[in-house]
């Protein structure tokens, strides 16, 4: 069996310690990139509910057309059957 010296353990300690240092940078940049993901989730919610408040608020003026026209039709047919 082959001696392990002090030499070898400290080889083997900083490869570890130089793997660790790169796993350490790739999960900082996978935190960066997530919360990048998530302003940007964010944001797309804030807009398609604008979309949804801006689309309700066309029904109500569709609705409220479609009333006003119905009243503008109903005083029309009694004009013309007083004619």
């Known amino acids: 069996m082959a001696e392990v010296s002090n030499e070898l353990i400290y080889e083997v300690v900083k490869a570890v ?16 990139e997530m919360q990048a993901m998530r302003m940007s989730q ?13 689309i309700a608020s066309v029904h109500a003026t569709l609705v409220r057309h479609e009333h006003r026209l119905d009243r503008i039709e109903r005083c029309i047919e009694l004009n013309q059957v007083r004619a």
């Open 17 to 32: 310690q130089a793997r660790l240092e790169q796993v350490d940078g790739k999960v900082d940049e996978l935190k960066q």
């Open 42 to 54: 964010n944001s797309l919610r804030h807009e398609l509910a604008s979309i949804h408040n801006e």
